[in-house]
């Protein structure tokens, strides 16, 4: 088992950032490929970044592609997600998820382990 805990998240104007943290304990964490996902009201949950287990390979949504940076720190067992030049249109509540595998992947499939997200909120 991963439990994984969201902080970062807030409110802020559009053009600003946030970095979103993602801590994760028990089962080692250093073996997983980790995502960050985002459920707008309404919406689907997609993901919109993802990282491989050691951080060498990324994957990023075209919709954050240039602003969203996605890290990982596995001897603080924690991952991160920069966010600069924020829009409203990123207003959601924002998930980390841990995969079963050491692969990244795209596929919310993949992710066994997801924490309780934290909401994102970008005024214009």
């Known amino acids: 088992q991963v439990q994984l805990v969201e902080s970062g998240g807030g409110l802020v104007q559009a053009g600003g950032s946030l970095r979103l943290s993602c801590a994760a304990s028990?089962?080692?964490?250093?073996?997983?490929?980790m995502g960050w996902f985002r459920q707008a009201p309404g919406k689907e949950r997609d993901i919109i970044a993802a990282?491989?287990?050691?951080?060498?390979?990324?994957y990023y949504a075209t919709s954050v592609k240039g602003r969203f940076l996605m890290s990982r720190d596995n001897a603080k067992n924690t991952a991160y997600l920069q966010m600069n030049s924020l829009k409203p249109e990123d207003t959601a509540l924002y998930y980390c998820?841990?995969?079963?595998?050491?692969?990244?992947?795209?596929?919310?499939?993949?992710?066994?382990?997801w924490g309780q997200g934290t909401q994102v909120t970008v005024s214009s």
């Open positions: 998820a841990a995969a079963s595998g050491f692969v990244l992947s795209t596929s919310k499939g993949s992710y066994a382990y």
């Open positions: 028990g089962r080692t964490f250093r073996t997983n490929a």
């Open positions: 990282i491989n287990w050691s951080g060498s390979s990324t």
